[in-house]
């Protein structure tokens, strides 16, 4: 079970709960090609951003497996939302997650998804005492792949034309790291 203490603070970033508030920064992101290009779903209007921050908003914490917990990743000099961290706690018995992060892309570049990426990995092994933690892209997404690479994940897979995507057949990447690994690191 993982109940953050609220804000989770790095070194330029705050990650905090989502609000009604945000909607705006929600939209703003969730609208653009560029962003949804290897996700699962098409840019969303504004009522289909409002219904996502309102799952989002419910996301705070993980008390059993199967749950996600999603966190606005806040600028903390500026107090703007700049996109979402996600940490997925897949499986208690094999003690399983995964994390993801979706950044507006006027803020790509900065080395902020690795700070987003660094601080689910905390919360995962630190706070949820999980034993492995992966993330899955798009095989295309190689900005995504660099990060996960930054934060001594391996790739363990590449498999090939995995699932239908928006028309068409992709291929998925899986990054994986352990907790053994992640804590000889730092």
Aim: proline share 4%; glycine share 10%; charged share 25%.
């Amino acid at each position: 079970m993982l109940k953050p203490s609220y804000p989770i603070r790095t070194d330029r970033l705050i990650l905090r709960p989502f609000t009604p508030g945000d909607l705006d920064a929600v939209y703003a992101m969730q609208s653009l090609p560029e962003v949804t290009r290897y996700l699962y779903w098409e840019p969303r209007d504004r009522e289909q951003a409002r219904e996502a921050l309102e799952t989002k908003i419910t996301q705070v914490a993980l008390l059993d497996e199967g749950q996600a917990l999603s966190l606005a990743v806040e600028i903390a000099d500026t107090g703007e939302v700049i996109g979402d961290g996600l940490l997925f706690w897949h499986s208690r018995t094999h003690r399983a997650g995964e994390i993801g992060y979706v950044l507006h892309p006027g803020h790509h570049g900065k080395g902020y998804a690795t700070e987003v990426g660094r601080a689910l990995l905390e919360l995962g092994f630190d706070g949820l005492g999980l034993h492995r933690i992966t993330g899955r892209l798009d095989a295309r997404n190689t900005a995504s792949a660099r990060v996960l690479q930054r934060l001594g994940m391996r790739r363990e897979a590449h498999l090939v034309q995995n699932e239908w995507v928006k028309g068409e057949w992709t291929d998925e990447l899986i990054y994986a790291i352990l907790h053994h690994e992640w804590r000889n690191r730092r």
